[in-house]
């Protein structure tokens, strides 16, 4: 159980283009979603946390109207890449928590390789 | 705000062996939970073992086991009988039992190498 998922797991894009990922709880519901950002070497950045139904909360430095985040139901949350530039490459990584699992423990996604050509 | 440190960006272990990664972090609360996570090359986050910041007993999994030691918010994982698949990046990491957020602060990683 608890298993969570993310597609695609590869993206290549042109630079200006949108890229949407999608993160799906599979066996449980989601009360909460994280998107993270991984660079090569380096470790998790969270980019912004998401409950279902509401706004996602972005953290500090993380552009909102570029990081498009929506939660709409409690296994589904997207990230939207708008207007991709090279630098936006980088690995994304999801996780959800719902409380029902003891420790409120978050499931990781197997994330997303995208590149920004 | 919470911080994790990973000091040894690096660490060499020969199979069979025991190898211990260290973590400390810097808190103001009292409650909390830490965390080991494995990042093998897939890139999949895998949970190796937890602990609640109120429980004075190290948590142990099978071959891992943690030094918890609050006083000095220090967190070292023990991998003992190294195996191969056990070459991965690990990353310590914090998360407060309180209800704002729940988020997981991360450490920078340590890469582990086991040795043939």
């Known amino acids: 159980g608890a298993v969570v998922s993310q597609h695609p797991s590869r993206v290549i894009c042109k630079s200006g283009t949108s890229v949407k990922i999608e993160c799906r709880s599979l066996?449980?519901?989601?009360?909460?979603m994280f998107w993270y950002r991984q660079f090569p070497k380096q470790s998790l950045m969270l980019m912004a946390t998401s409950n279902e139904g509401s706004k996602a909360t972005y953290e500090q430095g993380v552009e909102k109207d570029k990081f498009l985040i929506n939660h709409a139901s409690l296994t589904l949350s997207t990230l939207t890449v708008t207007s991709a530039h090279p630098e936006d490459s980088s690995f994304y990584i999801c996780?959800?928590?719902?409380?029902?699992?003891?420790?409120?423990?978050?499931?990781f996604g197997p994330g997303t390789r995208l590149t920004v050509l | 705000a919470q911080t994790v440190t990973q000091s040894q960006p690096e660490m060499s272990v020969q199979e069979a062996e025991t190898v211990t990664l260290s973590c400390t972090y810097d808190t103001s609360e009292s409650d909390y939970y830490l965390f080991w996570y494995k990042q093998p090359p897939s890139r999949q986050m895998i949970l190796v073992i937890r602990?609640?910041?109120?429980?004075?007993q190290n948590a142990t999994e099978n071959r891992f086991s943690v030094n918890f030691q609050k006083a000095a918010k220090s967190f070292s994982l023990k991998i003992s009988d190294s195996q191969l698949g056990d070459a991965a990046m690990y990353f310590c990491?914090?998360?407060?039992?309180?209800?704002?957020?729940?988020?997981?602060?991360f450490g920078g990683g340590t890469r582990l190498m086991v040795k043939p």
């Open positions: 602990q609640e910041a109120y429980k004075q």
């Open positions: 990491a914090y998360r407060s039992a309180s209800n704002a957020g729940n988020m997981l602060t």
């Open positions: 996780s959800a928590r719902t409380r029902m699992h003891s420790y409120n423990e978050q499931f």
């Open positions: 066996d449980f519901q989601a009360t909460t």
